[in-house]
């Protein structure tokens, strides 16, 4: 199994929809995790921070569940700008080692 | 401020030459971090620093690939004896400590002919 496992996608969606990606981890141990955005042939950057409570950016809602063991990422009224890959990041994934796993990332198609 | 910087931002060898990888984090990250990621793919972990040690080389895929950081600062990852396959872009990130968000710089395209 995968240390950090999401759907590849590709999602696509036309303009105005919301569309949700999740995210699961193999260690119950993690204890960071991030939603980090990357266009095509860029560098990653970083989207939001996930929090046990939930946070919200503007469109962008993040959640982490710790009992079921994944994180998710909500995107309300979606725009044509949105189109990226998404990538779910998980720290201290394996014990003992602060490293960041990434996910193979989602890919999101927002239509006009 | 500046952003993490990395340098060249591409690099074309032929194989069995030997490549260095600079990178300049942002003032004041202890933690910097090399990623490696191949066209279409995810981005695969090759080691990490906290301050000049370290703490994990787990991803470093052969005795070719060796990385240091000095003054806890820049870092240089070196390819020996290069091949084919080492042809990637290769991401440098930093963040304050281990466990804070991370910030890349824009990464080395190498190519090995």
């Known amino acids: 199994r995968k240390e950090v496992e999401q759907d590849p996608g590709p999602f696509n969606v036309p303009e105005g929809a919301t569309v949700a990606f999740n995210c699961t981890y193999s260690n119950s141990a993690s204890q960071s995790f991030f939603w980090y955005r990357q266009d095509c042939r860029k560098e990653p950057k970083l989207l939001m921070s996930v929090y046990s409570s939930g946070n919200e950016d503007g469109r962008f809602t993040a959640q982490l569940n710790r009992a079921s063991q994944y994180i998710s990422l909500l995107i309300r009224d979606s725009k044509l700008s949105d189109s990226a890959t998404y990538l779910c990041?998980?720290?201290?994934?394996?014990?003992?080692?602060?490293?960041?796993?990434f996910g193979t990332g989602t890919r999101l198609k927002v239509l006009a | 401020g500046a952003g993490v910087s990395q340098s060249p931002s591409n690099k074309v060898t032929e194989k069995g030459k030997d490549v260095e990888l600079r990178c300049d984090p942002i003032s004041g990250h202890t933690a910097l971090y090399w990623y490696r990621q191949s066209l279409g793919q995810g981005l695969e972990f090759l080691i990490y620093?906290?301050?000049?040690?370290?703490?994990?080389k787990s991803g470093l895929p052969s005795d070719r690939f060796s990385a240091e950081r000095t003054g806890g600062s820049v870092s240089t990852l070196t390819i020996q004896r290069t091949q084919q396959e080492d042809s990637a872009v290769y991401l440098c990130?930093?963040?304050?400590?281990?466990?804070?968000?991370?910030?890349f710089g824009s990464g080395t395209q190498l190519s090995v002919l």
């Open positions: 990130a930093s963040s304050w400590t281990e466990n804070e968000k991370l910030f």
């Open positions: 620093f906290q301050g000049n040690s370290a703490p994990d």
């Open positions: 990041v998980v720290n201290g994934a394996t014990s003992g080692t602060y490293k960041y796993i």
